[in-house]
């Protein structure tokens, strides 16, 4: 009943924590672990969270996947943390714990009743010092990434669009993959591998050590030196640099999918990385068009035409590049052919003109709802953090970046649109339903 009663209470106060200036302190220790404190006292909870700087794109050719798979492999057991244990050691002391990956990094973090704060860091410091990897868990997690990957991808419905999106807009850069990765890769590779990818990116100088919620400074920071500053630093991590060729000229490809009956449309384009402004932009282009039933393509492809029953515009936004897609599903009869026509002259219409003033206010009141929404839980606000530290270099855009956003003007939003979203730097998609 504790155990309840806590996590009630976290989820209740959480909706309390308005997005508002973020007060933080952030230092390094001597191993290289940056480590940042948000102090908030509304609610008796913490988070502890450690984001290190490895994703998809940092694996070797044929050992995809590899990220991926040591986010669940590192939950498996340490030195001082019996196999199997950890979820159950979260549970009984009132938290709850989570990660994810995606091409570019990895984020595992806990949030407990705030007298527990010392079992968080002790945790993460766990799993950065003692992991114990060996066959029997890389054999347990190799089944669990298989089990995941037919849930999600192979026997979910538009599963794959992703990776045939990929595999046809990137040719020599790791983004041509999914962070999912493939199997055969994890089947293939050796324990001395695993060793070795563990070794060199699950390291302190690799990583982010974010505290957020209620804590008290100094004490906190006796408690980090204590756990972390120990932990031996690794050598600096040489990243890999791709070339892509710019695309100049039309891509066009089909795809099947056994679990599907009405096919879809997927245009896809190559844009810039997630520090650029202009990547802002296509984040207020995507609101525009698709966010909402008063958008411009759901109000035309849905509402009124009817010739679609879905339609969607969004702007991934990764370290190296960005892939800006759109996407359609036709209502009964209609063409594929039809939904692309349709949806280039909204596009066309973007880049002809300015969009009104009244659409532009209504963006960006979108823009500040989205920026309170991030930052609306100490969840939030821990990602956040060790977000803009590790790629943008600038822990405190988490106050400012929404100034980027409402410096941006009609007149860019439009040459955005004329520099990306062009016939010949596209990626045409039919995913069609496959013939039995």
Known sequence: MKTYLTLFLITFFGFFIYAQKVAFEEFDLDNGLHVILHQDNTAPLVVTSVLYHVGGKDEQEHRRGFAHFFEHLLFEGTENIERGKWFSIVTSNGGKNNAYTNDDFTYYYEVFPSNNLELGLWLESERMLHPVINEIGVETQNEVVKEERRLRYDNSPYGRWNEEVRRNLFKNHPYKTTPIGEME?????????????????????NAVLVVAGDFEIDNTKKLVQNYFNDIPRSKDIERAVFKERPLDEALSAEAFDKNIQVPALFTAYRTPKRTARESRILDMISSYLSDGKSSKLYRKLVDEKKISLQVAAFNMSLEDHGIYVILSLPLGNNELSTL?????????????????EQDYEKLQNKMEANYVNSNGSVEGIANSLAVYYTFYNNTNLINSEIEIYRSISREEIREVANKYLNDHQRLTLNYLPQSK
């Open 185 to 205: 890769d994890l089947d293939a590779a050796t324990l001395e591998e695993f060793i070795a990818f563990n070794k060199k990116f699950y390291v302190p100088n």
């Open 340 to 356: 692309r026509d349709e949806i280039d002259l909204e596009i066309e219409k973007l880049k002809q003109h300015l969009i009104s």
